[in-house]
């Protein structure tokens, strides 16, 4: 397979609430910015040393977590394709995806992958590396085609970072800013995140006495938040308890019963825009409200839920929304 590196930097800077995506980082992205930029980068991703020879210029992102990020750093003309769009796109990144070509709805196969000849390939998630996606990052090795994945969702789960952190978060930013060689792109994307973290923690209530459920998704099987995910790491940063953070896993299956018995007093409602059995928060408060084993939760009876972006509980830079709503949330409840 030719990798060909044809494609010159985006011209455009992108002013994002908390993100930063400039298309130049000085002198060394002018116009003559392929003959000065660095020689290339080495990472490590899930274990697995990625090797880059020089920054891409036909990359292809994978799933939306990841085409979010290269978006945020201002990379669209950078990017030969991507995929697997779960929800709306940022309205701030929205011009920009429309540059870039998507390649399937779901995952891309290996075959449509190929044929983009890519120069690198990011993912946030395993599954897009599964032989029925887009193949595993062994094989495009030996295609000559380095690929990252997420420390939050490695091939090898002991490999996985657990529990999840900002930090992590913000580091996989760094990761790929340095792959572009847009270093201070990213340390721009990653100082507006961390403003805006700092910040929604400092405004979120104090001395509340209150343990939270985060329900995702489901209604007469529940997926709840258990030990390990971002939910638990959130709950840690405003000062309360996750109701389930003693169940080993990050999205265990609920049990309506086991949750009436604990009886948590607010509960964190995910908004997804996906369709499904109880996705939307409307569509769980209707549930909660009808059931007769959910409607004597006391957070039912008296109204005690906050709304969040569902996408958020994904590490993504979408990730600090989460803190940001749930302290505007609680404010509003406790405030």
């Not at 549930?287 to 004597?296: C, I």
Request: proline letters at 6%; a negative charge; hydrophobic letters at 40%.
């Amino acid at each position: 397979m030719k990798i060909t590196f044809t494609r010159g930097l985006a011209g455009a800077c992108l002013l994002l609430p908390g993100l930063v995506a400039c298309g130049s980082d000085g002198a060394a992205s002018s116009a003559h910015a392929p003959a000065a930029r660095s020689a290339g980068a080495v990472i490590t991703s899930c274990g697995t040393e990625v090797r880059v020879p020089r920054p891409p210029e036909r990359a292809i992102s994978l799933e939306q977590n990841a085409t979010e990020i290269m978006l945020s750093l201002g990379l669209a003309d950078r990017m030969a394709g991507t995929s697997y769009q779960t929800d709306p796109v940022l309205p701030a990144l929205a011009a920009e995806y429309k540059k870039v070509p998507t390649l399937a709805d779901l995952y891309a196969n290996h075959e449509a992958t190929l044929a983009e000849e890519p120069d690198f390939l990011y993912s946030t998630r395993a599954s897009a590396f599964a032989d029925d996606a887009a193949g595993s990052r062994a094989g495009w090795k030996e295609l000559g085609v380095p690929a990252y994945l997420s420390v939050h969702d490695c091939e090898d789960p002991e490999l996985t970072a657990e529990p999840v952190r900002f930090d992590a978060v913000f580091h996989e930013v760094e990761d790929i800013a340095a792959v572009f060689d847009v270093r201070q792109r990213g340390e721009k994307v990653v100082k507006g995140l961390r403003t805006r973290l700092d910040q929604a923690v400092r405004e979120a209530p104090k001395g509340i006495d209150a343990d939270l459920m985060w329900y995702y998704s489901g209604t007469s099987t529940p997926h709840i938040a258990g030990h390990g995910g971002l939910p638990s790491t959130v709950s840690e940063l405003v000062g309360l308890d996750n109701a389930f953070d003693d169940i080993p896993q990050q999205w265990p299956e609920g049990n309506w019963e086991e949750i009436a018995e604990r009886d948590p007093e607010v509960i964190v409602l995910a908004d997804l825009t996906r369709g499904g059995d109880g996705d939307s928060a409307e569509a769980k408060m209707k549930f909660l409200r009808g059931n007769p084993v959910t409607s004597q939760l006391g957070a039912v009876r008296e109204n005690r839920f906050v709304v969040v972006p569902g996408s958020a509980m994904d590490p993504s830079v979408r990730s600090v929304s989460l803190v940001e709503e749930l302290s505007k949330g609680l404010a509003e409840l406790y405030g």
